[in-house]
């Protein structure tokens, strides 16, 4: 008798199982909206670490003048 072929089934990740809820639940346009929004939360955070560097470059630039 021969066994019969193990098949190897990929577990969803954590992030695939919530996109496959949320496409249950939202239509495609508010999946947009809200991946956009997030998107732009990131962008903001971003741009802020960017403004804090240039800041305490600037600062220490100013410092060190004589």
């Known amino acids: 008798m021969q066994a019969a072929p193990v098949r190897a089934t990929a577990i969803p990740s954590f992030t ?4 496959a809820v949320e496409s249950l ?3 495609s346009g508010q ?3 809200r ?3 997030w998107t732009s939360v990131l962008e903001d955070r971003r ?3 960017d403004r804090v ?14």
């Open 35 to 37: 991946r956009n929004a």
């Open 16 to 19: 695939d199982a919530l996109r």
């Open 31 to 33: 999946r947009t909206a």
């Open 53 to 66: 560097e240039a800041q305490r470059v600037l600062e220490e630039t100013l410092s060190v003048r004589p």
């Open 25 to 27: 639940l939202m239509s």
């Open 47 to 49: 741009r802020a670490k």
